[in-house]
């Protein structure tokens, strides 16, 4: 997936371009994420220091936690961004916000906070068991 790959909020004010190859790409079951994105389950795109640019308007951030910054739409509320201090400079992209989030599909090794997730979701990820 070396090709660029843009995507960006719901009324267009924030678009973004991400490069070359992401660290991973997963789910994440968190109450925190799920509170965030006002989904049961929050797909990401792990992208390393230099991997990510702003091509179109400012986000605006929230501390969501001790050491998390959530960046988002000011105009929309999209939840677009996911950055923690204690992974300097990697960005976790919300993959659903994607122009095609198709190419970007979540494994297993990717996929966190089982624990936490709602009782009723069952996944089944491409070429896996289901999943938690």
């Given at each position: 997936?070396?090709?660029?790959?843009?995507?960006?909020?719901l009324c267009g004010a924030v678009r973004y371009r991400i490069q070359g190859e992401p660290l991973g790409v997963g789910l994440c079951h968190c109450r925190s994420c799920r509170l965030a994105t006002g989904g049961p389950v929050a797909g990401f795109v792990d992208l390393p220091p230099g991997?990510?640019?702003?091509?179109?308007?400012?986000?605006?951030?929230?501390?969501?936690?001790?050491?998390?910054?959530?960046?988002?739409?000011?105009?929309?509320?999209?939840?677009?961004?996911?950055?923690?201090?204690?992974l300097p400079g990697e960005v976790h992209l919300l993959s659903a916000t994607l122009d095609d989030p198709a190419p970007w599909v979540p494994d297993e090794a990717g996929t966190t906070y089982t624990e936490e997730r709602i009782c009723w979701l069952k996944l089944k990820l491409p070429d896996q068991r289901e999943t938690a």
């Open positions: 997936m070396a090709a660029d790959h843009e995507g960006g909020c991997g990510f640019v702003w091509t179109a308007g400012e986000p605006a951030f929230y501390a969501s936690s001790p050491g998390v910054r959530r960046g988002f739409c000011s105009t929309c509320g999209t939840a677009l961004t996911f950055e923690a201090d204690d």
